[in-house]
């Protein structure tokens, strides 16, 4: 009993030596620094992604069902058992790892209000607020788009110009909010990312993208087609994203959009919501925005029109 203790003991100890960050950086793992949090730090590897939580002790991949602690990560990513896996993470006692330089200090402490009462509290966007001027003039998003959303309950000026669009659960409650500023990504703490939904509610035309700013400037390109809900996952995807659609996709006539990016992790993506398709046997289809997301191919062909209007003019 005693050395089953001990060994218990060690254990605990190298968890407490070794952080899941130190195991990617050594496999080749680079983080992502603007699409990361001091609570959340994604790491990606050719088109793998890991996310790091509670402290560098846990991690959860986003496009598949691993997570864990140190020692499974190593079993997940080198396929080895638990033995071998002790022994991997030992050896990476003392690594070296670099120091990430965060954009904005962490909470010290968790918000005092509910998630649904800070909402609440923000001010909606208003005509040349901070985050209206982000929204139009740093975006390239149109003002019926961006009144459209306010008027329907979605966006929050956030702080410093930055936005906050509502992800809400099938009975329409506020479960948390995309964040998104010139020198800040993130989601709300304590929040849940389950849909942004813009757009009518009975729509059968579902474009599925990976963030609000993207379903927005889907909407745009496509002038706010009455027969669609353009939605976002929030770069992200949980159990209730999952359920969420496959309450969607269960309606009758339903089409399901692949409106991610046109990328790996937008292929990834893509994949997961043709097998929610088929298995609420809706239709499916892949559309690809022409440049790397919508927001992109949506600024490009604002340019492109500024550049014929100067030369007609």
């Given at each position: 009993m005693r050395s089953r203790r001990m060994e218990k003991a060690d254990l605990e100890e190298l968890r407490g030596k070794v952080l899941c960050s130190a195991v990617l950086e050594a496999a080749g793992f680079v983080l992502d620094l603007k699409e990361s949090t001091r609570k959340a730090m994604k790491y990606r590897r050719d088109g793998e992604i890991i996310i790091v939580i509670h402290d560098g002790k846990g991690w959860f991949d986003p496009l598949g069902e691993g997570k864990g602690d140190v020692f499974n990560l190593v079993e997940h990513l080198q396929g080895v058992r638990f033995v071998e896996a002790m022994y991997e993470v030992a050896g990476l006692v003392g690594f070296a790892q670099s120091s990430p330089v965060w954009e904005r200090k962490s909470r010290d402490h968790k918000p005092d209000l509910s998630v649904s009462e800070r909402w609440r509290t923000r001010r909606k966007p208003w005509k040349g607020s901070a985050t209206w001027r982000y929204l139009i003039d740093e975006r390239g998003l149109c003002e019926r788009i961006v009144r459209i959303a306010i008027s329907t309950n979605l966006l929050r000026e956030g702080p410093h110009?930055?936005?906050?669009?509502?992800?809400?659960?099938?009975?329409?409650?506020?479960?948390?909010?995309?964040?998104?500023?010139?020198?800040?990504?993130?989601?709300?703490?304590?929040?849940?990312?389950?849909?942004?939904?813009?757009?009518?509610?009975?729509?059968?035309?579902?474009?599925?993208?990976?963030?609000?700013?993207?379903?927005?400037?889907?909407?745009?390109?496509?002038?706010?087609?009455?027969?669609?809900?353009?939605?976002?996952?929030?770069?992200?995807?949980?159990?209730?994203?999952?359920?969420?659609?496959?309450?969607?996709?269960?309606?009758?006539?339903?089409?399901?959009?692949?409106?991610?990016?046109?990328?790996?992790?937008?292929?990834?993506?893509?994949?997961?919501?043709?097998?929610?398709?088929?298995?609420?046997?809706?239709?499916?289809?892949?559309?690809?925005?022409?440049?790397?997301?919508?927001?992109?191919?949506?600024?490009?062909?604002?340019?492109?029109?500024?550049?014929?209007?100067?030369?007609?003019?």
């Open positions: 110009g930055s936005m906050w669009a509502a992800h809400a659960d099938n009975n329409g409650a506020i479960t948390g909010w995309e964040e998104r500023g010139p020198d800040w990504r993130g989601f709300a703490s304590g929040g849940a990312k389950v849909l942004f939904r813009l757009g009518r509610p009975d729509a059968l035309r579902l474009c599925v993208t990976e963030a609000a700013i993207d379903a927005m400037s889907l909407a745009a390109i496509e002038e706010m087609g009455t027969g669609t809900l353009y939605l976002s996952a929030g770069g992200g995807w949980s159990p209730a994203t999952s359920e969420a659609l496959s309450l969607l996709a269960e309606r009758p006539g339903v089409e399901l959009i692949a409106a991610t990016d046109a990328n790996t992790q937008g292929e990834v993506f893509a994949e997961r919501l043709r097998e929610i398709a088929e298995q609420a046997g809706a239709a499916w289809s892949r559309f690809l925005p022409p440049h790397d997301d919508w927001n992109d191919a949506l600024r490009v062909r604002n340019k492109e029109r500024e550049i014929k209007e100067r030369e007609e003019g």
